[in-house]
């Protein structure tokens, strides 16, 4: 285990299995994970910044050592506010890769104090986004076994 901190950012709108897998593995590999909800996305959120950081600290409870807050700003600034010294990404595809890495360097022009590092989804998940899951739930399907208990409760209030 790293004997330093580490983020995990996104907006999470809502949670996924994919994204919990992603939050269990850095958990494994980092003393301390953040996980950081953007409050400042330039998509129309489903859920409040509140709704979601709630909705994960649920997801991720059985994780002694990870925490939930949300953030606002640059990432690299959150991170540094915080002490952390590396940003978790997971990755689903190729084209995730080159959106990432473009991102990746943009903060790494920001400060070079802190690293990213990638992590690949399970397969299991290699399919599943926020996106997906919404539109699932807005046209009535089911989102079981896709996203923790807790969001899909949340879906479900949401569209019935």
Not at 126 to 135: A, C, R, T
């Amino acid at each position: 285990m790293c004997s330093f901190d580490a983020v995990v950012p996104g907006s999470f709108d809502p949670a996924t299995n994919g994204h919990v897998d992603i939050i269990e593995r850095a958990a494994r590999l980092f003393r301390r994970v953040i996980v950081a909800v953007a409050a400042n996305g330039i998509k129309q959120p489903l859920f409040s910044p509140e709704i979601r950081v709630e909705m994960l600290r649920d997801a991720c409870r059985h994780l002694e050592n990870v925490s939930v807050a949300s953030f606002d700003g640059l990432l690299v600034d959150y991170a540094r506010s915080i002490g952390a010294r590396t940003i978790v990404r997971g990755l689903r595809a190729v084209s995730d890769f080159e959106y990432e890495l473009q991102m990746a360097h943009t903060n790494r022009c920001l400060t070079d104090e802190i690293e990213t590092i990638f992590v690949p989804t399970r397969t299991d998940y290699s399919f599943l986004s926020s996106s997906i899951v919404k539109e699932i739930a807005r046209l009535g399907g089911s989102v079981e076994g896709l996203v923790p208990e807790g969001v899909r409760r949340r879906l479900g209030d949401r569209h019935e």
